[in-house]
């Protein structure tokens, strides 16, 4: 029984260097994820003062007057431009749709896995030390003791901002895409329409 133990001791303790260089990772990721996210804002911004006004009231009747910029990159813009132009194929459309909502879902992935990672991570980085921690104080070892706590606590509060930044970006985005594919939909939809009654 011993010997299972050790083993099982021997295993946490040397997951503590890879669980504490992973949650270094996942910071810094995080921190360009919040650079990314804020350019990602201003893009959703001028995307929905130029945009989502006119697409949101295109009809039948004026779906031929609809006028997408060329000069604008947005994604929403690509994929609005194409329903008009190809909306008379019913088939593309829906090829169209289902490519937007696997780049909305690439876009919303890392910060899904900053927001789960980074609770486990740190519960990980939290506990590991525990043991070196209590050996510490069983043996009148003050300073390992101390030393393997403020491990513990600091891999605990990086954990938690990786995952509330994970979290925060993950909500935002995920109401982003929302918004954005009913309102490709609606388009897909009036294009769909155009087309069939045509003669």
Known sequence: ?????????????????????????????ALILTG???????????????????????????LAGLHIPDEDRSLFGACARRIVEEGAEPARTDLILAEYETALEKNIATSKILAKMGPILGLMGTLIP??????GLASGD????????????????????????GFL?????????????????????VSRNTSTAKP
């Open 142 to 165: 003050i300073a390992s003791m101390a030393y393997n706590m403020q491990v513990a606590f600091s891999t605990t509060v990086v954990g938690l901002v990786v995952s509330a930044i």
């Open 169 to 189: 970006t993950q909500q935002v985005k995920e109401r982003w895409a929302l918004r954005s594919l009913a309102l490709l939909e609606y388009l897909a939809d």
């Open 130 to 135: 525990m043991g070196p921690a209590l050996a």
């Open 36 to 62: 990314g996210f804020f350019g990602q804002y201003l893009q959703e911004r001028r995307t929905a003062s130029t945009l989502y006004g006119p697409v949101s009231a295109v009809t039948p009747a004026t």
């Open 1 to 29: 029984m011993n010997l299972i133990s050790n083993i099982l001791y021997w295993i946490s303790t040397g997951l503590l260097v890879p669980v504490i260089l992973l949650l270094i990772f996942f910071f810094i990721r």
